[in-house]
């Protein structure tokens, strides 16, 4: 794993107040950036001789509730001339999910970050098309989210019929 330790370190090196975190995984390393450099370390990644992470494969957000900060996102860099990963995830607050859009680094974050400014309402500054992709344009709430209020019925059963019954006008005709 000596390669990845030489990005680890040059990322390190690099921006030294932006990486909060180094963890490995079965092999996987993520690095936790922070939000107001994410756009410059993507640029970084995929500028720098070396490291040449010129492909994004995956944007993965997650709603961590009730824990702060709330919202993670991890974007998985790939580079193709050295056949190697790496991941980069950042944490956004619960009151303020704010990142930069990635697409003017990696075209490819262009549907990806719609998906979650969709589900999870995190906001992308500087995304060139800032639309629901997923739920029509009148769809209130972001489903994705822990605290997302979830729609049943009552199960109509012989003790509770009258009950229910009184809630479901079509269901007596």
Same mark, same amino acid.
């Given at each position: ?7 680890? #370190? /040059? ?9 909060? @975190? $180094?963890? $490995? ?12 450099? =994410?756009?410059?370390?993507? &640029? !970084?990644?995929?500028? %720098? ?14 709603? !961590?509730?009730?824990?702060?900060? &709330?919202?993670?996102? /991890?974007?998985? =860099?790939?580079?193709?001339?050295? #056949?190697?990963? =790496? ?11 704010? $990142?930069?859009?990635? %697409?003017?680094?990696?075209? /490819?974050?262009?549907?990806?970050? &719609?998906? !979650? ?5 995190? %906001?992308?500054?500087?995304?060139? @098309?800032?639309?629901?992709?997923? =739920? ?10 822990? @605290? ?5 019925? %009552?199960?109509?059963?012989?003790? #509770?019929?009258?009950?229910? /019954? ?8």
């Amino acid at each position: 794993m000596p390669e990845l330790d030489s990005v680890v #370190n /040059a990322l390190k090196s690099a921006f030294p107040d932006a990486i909060e @975190d $180094v963890q $490995v995984f079965r092999g996987d390393t993520t690095v936790i950036v922070s939000r107001e450099r =994410l756009l410059d370390i993507c &640029r !970084y990644c995929r500028d %720098t001789e070396g490291l040449e992470y010129d492909f994004l494969s995956d944007v993965a957000g997650v709603d !961590y509730y009730p824990a702060e900060p &709330r919202f993670g996102l /991890a974007y998985s =860099l790939y580079s193709m001339n050295r #056949n190697a990963s =790496l991941r980069l995830k950042l944490m956004l607050p619960g009151e303020d999910p704010v $990142v930069d859009s990635v %697409t003017p680094v990696y075209p /490819a974050a262009n549907w990806q970050e &719609r998906e !979650y400014l969709d589900l999870l309402g995190i %906001t992308f500054t500087g995304h060139p @098309d800032p639309r629901r992709i997923l =739920l029509p344009d009148d769809w209130e709430g972001h489903p994705l989210r822990k @605290d997302y209020p979830l729609g049943y019925e %009552t199960v109509q059963f012989s003790f #509770n019929y009258d009950e229910i /019954a009184k809630h479901k006008p079509l269901a007596q005709k």
